[in-house]
């Protein structure tokens, strides 16, 4: 038997290509909604918004040390979850309806992320765009993928794309920072706004999205902001309490939702557990402040948002938090690469992997 080294070398080729397209997946597109934390830049448009980020000292680690709206000294939730997929970021959906009319941008990925936004139209009313409004802009580019490649093959290209959601922790502050003496009971809180979310997510299905991607909430009392406010800086129970029972209901409908529609699939990050895992055990992931915002002014560096006159730490990567809100880079990539490689029970009944194979 003889077999020369091109036919050798051809076989090995075709192999490596075959590997290759397999672990990518086929993932057309990536269509994001949500808050500050997957906000890519569609708050930039916006006159009257004050959740804004387009200004020093964020973005100082991103590509050209760029301050580009994102929440961030460098790349958040929106870009890492393009990245593993092997795409590149979908862009704010401002940024496209501002410049062109060519519908077929829309289908390498849209964001529709607003920082400030949630699931309810009330949250921050008229400073950000809210979920509803998000999925309101959604319909026009659906409607304008349909025109563009027929019912079925656009169809087909939602049903492939990934439709990733990242709500409800402008809820949750909220819902922690209200002092108001008939302030509701935890799960209270969690059943008043779960019914939108139910709503919301049924009318994404509706509208051709078949792969779910939804990001649970982090531990939100841990956050430098609402840290600050307690005398000893520890993270109020009640705040994680509201968060960790906000992911049970959250999972449980998307649940109830692929059980009753058999070609929906999703996968679910638990962000409470993911980041608690941080805050505990920080040295296990290379963290040596938990506390502290790397960015702003004051106790934990946390009464003043990270503008300008703030000051920042020399060292991003060993923070979970950025500002008083929101988390580093090194946190976004890590929440990433678990809920894209992880298993139960952080992230379950697929990973985002397992999703999109
Ligand atoms: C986009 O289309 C609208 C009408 O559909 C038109 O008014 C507008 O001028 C167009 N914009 C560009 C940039 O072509
Ligand atoms: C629309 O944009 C795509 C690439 O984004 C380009 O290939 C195509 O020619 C454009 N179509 C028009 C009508 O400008
Ligand atoms: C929220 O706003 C949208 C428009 O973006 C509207 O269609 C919807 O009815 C509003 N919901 C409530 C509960 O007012
Ligand atoms: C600080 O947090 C701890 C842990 O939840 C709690 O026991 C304590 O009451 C809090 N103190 C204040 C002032 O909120
Ligand atoms: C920054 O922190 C990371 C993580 O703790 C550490 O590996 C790295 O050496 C630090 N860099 C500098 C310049 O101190």
Known sequence: MTCNMSTYCTVITII?????????????????FGDSLADVGNNNYLQLSLPKANFP???????????????SNGKNFADFLAQNLGLQTSPPYLSLSYKSNNSSVYL???SFASGGAGIL????SGECISFDQQIDYYLTVYGSIVQQLGTVQ???????SVFAIVIGSNELLHYVKSNSASKETPQQFVDSIIPTLQGQLK????LGARRFVFMGTGPISCCPALRAQNKTNECNAGGNYASVLYNQAASSLLNEMSTQFTDMSYSFLDTST????YIQQPSAYGFTEVKSACCGLGDLNAKVACVPIATY?????????????????????MVVSTAFDGSAPLVYPLSIKQLTS
């Not at 075959?18 to 672990?23: H, I, P, Q, T």
């Not at 139209?121 to 921050?124: A, D, I, K, L, V």
């Not at 009318?203 to 509706?206: E, K, L, P, Q």
């Not at 993911?274 to 895992?277: G, R």
Request: glycine fraction near 6%.
């Open 274 to 277: 993911v980041v608690m895992q």
């Open 108 to 110: 390498t990925g849209v």
């Open 16 to 32: 490596l290509l075959l590997c290759k397209n397999n672990v990518q997946g086929i993932v057309p597109a990536v269509y994001i």
């Open 313 to 333: 730490c020399s060292n991003r990567s060993n923070h979970i938090f950025w500002d008083f809100y929101h988390q580093t880079e090194a946190t976004a990539r």
């Open 57 to 71: 000292h964020n973005g100082i680690d991103y590509p050209g040390h760029e301050a580009t709206g994102r929440f």
């Open 121 to 124: 139209n009330s949250t921050n």
């Open 154 to 160: 656009a169809q087909d290209h939602l049903s492939k």
């Open 203 to 206: 009318r994404i299905y509706n």
